[in-house]
């Protein structure tokens, strides 16, 4: 896909999030936004995967460790072909296969079942050693994390596993929006030096705007020539974006729309839709 192709789908997918949240009545906004150039660019050209086929044992394993935020994932993968786009609006209902954090077992393509902050990287680096006692080479897994969960000290247990181990597959990219549900980060519980931390602990560190799908790609593709080391990328985002009064304000982290709020979000993206393709033209 193009840029403007890619800028488009994630649009697109920002407004699924919107609508499937309104619809809900419950979930997370902030996140979602924030992530959906991340998702666009790993299920559009990231990751070697097969929607049809979801457990292809040679794909590669997309780990989502804040599964708050998989109301992205789920309009990720319906608009990738996964399931049907209709389905986006059953988001934590009653018996629906898109619960408010994904669970494995209900849904193909999903590769863990999370809620407990802290929890994914450690899965991660488990499926990343397993490949490599077997000898794999061909795979790769990305394990997607939030800023505000390394606080978790789990976080830094897989850290430090993934470095003894080398564990060259593995890449985690760290969703650094700054807010976490009570407030900044950095009032919570401060993290800078981010980079610096995760280079102490063995890592090789890229940072990225992760709203350019040229740095996130390009990041993606570099860390596969990375040797003898796990990669972490710090996608810098925003928070909410694309809907003005969502952004940067942690209040929005773990709220949905009301149906006002939503009509105004899905106006502002829309006329964002708009704009990409006249700067495109």
Not at 56 to 79: C, F, K
Not at 109 to 120: D, W
Not at 220 to 243: L, Q, S, Y
């Amino acid at each position: 896909m193009t840029t403007e192709e890619l800028a488009k789908m994630a649009n697109t997918i920002r407004q699924d999030i919107i609508k499937m949240l309104v619809e809900a009545g419950s979930g997370h906004s902030a996140g979602p936004l924030g992530m959906a150039d991340v998702f666009t660019a790993m299920y559009f050209v990231v990751l070697k995967h097969d929607p049809k086929n979801p457990d292809w044992p040679e794909r590669d394993r997309l780990i989502l460790s804040n599964g708050h935020i998989v109301p992205v994932r789920y309009a990720t993968m319906a608009r990738a072909g996964y399931f049907p786009v209709q389905e986006l609006m059953t988001l934590r209902k009653f018996g629906s296969r898109l619960q408010g954090h994904p669970e494995r077992l209900r849904l193909p393509g999903l590769e863990t079942t999370s809620g407990p902050l802290g929890s994914g990287l450690s899965q991660a680096a488990g499926i990343a050693k397993a490949w490599q006692i077997d000898g794999i080479k061909n795979r790769r897994v990305y394990c997607l994390i939030s800023d505000g969960e390394q606080d978790e000290g789990n976080t830094w247990e897989a850290a430090m596993f993934a470095a003894k181990y080398k564990l060259a597959n593995l890449t985690a990219i760290t969703d650094r929006n700054n807010i976490q549900i009570d407030g900044p980060t950095e009032q919570v519980m401060p993290l800078e030096d981010l980079r610096a931390k995760w280079e102490a602990f063995g890592w090789h560190v890229i940072e990225i705007d992760g709203h350019n799908f040229t740095q996130i790609i390009d990041a993606c593709n570099f860390a596969r020539t990375i040797e003898n080391k796990p990669v972490m990328i710090i996608a810098h985002t925003i928070p909410g974006k694309g809907v003005d009064f969502m952004e940067y304000d942690f209040h929005w982290h773990g709220k949905p729309p009301n149906p006002e709020q939503a009509k105004e979000a899905l106006r502002e993206l829309r006329t964002l839709g708009g704009r990409i393709r006249s700067e495109h033209q």
